[in-house]
């Protein structure tokens, strides 16, 4: 059974920094893009970040470019969002989800095209 589980996340001043963690289990994971969403109260879920299974392509959403990186440990079965420089709007639940890589070294950051999600972590950023 294909499980993913968040875990990293906390309240910090802005400025601050947070990883974020994801553990996979249960399918090949390889054989899977990963990617970071986040959704704020009210509002839809939008994609933060994703990495693809080899690891050699990222993709960031404009608001996190050059703040956040993404990266994978394929031996351990993890993929990590290093957050820098947070700002009050990167406040929401972040989740990870699995997408299998049908088409090799691509990923896109679009929810609706992933089907496995985690339980989400919740970052909140304020002074």
């Known amino acids: 059974q294909l499980q993913l589980v968040e875990s990293g996340g906390g309240s910090v001043q802005p400025g601050g920094s947070l990883r974020l963690s994801c553990a996979a289990s249960g399918f090949n994971f390889d054989n899977y893009a990963i990617g970071w969403f986040r959704q704020a109260p009210g509002k839809d879920r939008k994609g933060v970040s994703c990495?693809?299974?080899?690891?050699?392509?990222?993709i960031y959403a404009d608001s996190v470019k050059g703040r956040f990186t993404i990266s994978r440990d394929n031996a351990k079965n993890t993929v990590d969002l290093q957050m820098n420089n947070l700002k009050p709007e990167d406040t929401a639940v972040y989740y990870c989800?699995?997408?299998?890589?049908?088409?090799?070294?691509?990923?896109?950051?679009?929810?609706?095209?992933?089907?496995?999600w985690g339980q989400g972590t919740q970052v909140t950023v304020s002074s």
């Open positions: 989800g699995a997408r299998l890589a049908t088409v090799r070294n691509m990923c896109i950051i679009s929810a609706n095209q992933y089907l496995n």
């Open positions: 990495i693809t299974e080899t690891g050699g392509r990222t």
